[in-house]
Nanobody
């Protein structure tokens, strides 16, 4: 499964960005999709996941600010990020869990700075 992520960039604190991740496989064959992030010097951490049933989970630091959604026709998952903070700066990776294991996107840089 190939994942193509996009939408990162530079934004001021308090701003918004929307990340996209398009899968090469139908969502009908993907159990869950998620977004992870990795800041310099840190380990990759889970940001949010959504299951095939549409159940979403968020890490505490992004609750109320980030929203994951999915378009089952376009096989695309989105991450709407609002009220961004400097500590959200990281490379964001999308993931897909399927019958053959887990696939990763190439990562997209999000920088929150004034």
């Amino acid at each position: 499964v190939q994942l193509q992520a996009s939408g990162g960039g530079l934004v001021q604190p308090g701003g918004s960005l929307r990340l996209s991740c398009k899968a090469s496989m139908s969502f009908r064959r993907i159990y869950a999709m998620g977004w992870y992030r990795q800041a310099p010097g840190n380990q990759r951490e889970l940001v949010t996941t959504t299951t095939s049933a549409g159940v979403a989970n968020y890490t505490d630091s992004v609750k109320g600010r980030f929203t994951i959604s999915r378009d089952n026709v376009r096989n695309t998952v989105y991450l709407q990020m609002n009220n961004l903070k400097p500590e959200d700066t990281a490379v964001y990776y999308c993931s897909a869990d399927h019958v053959w294991g887990r696939s990763w996107g190439q990562g997209t840089q999000v920088t929150v700075s004034s």
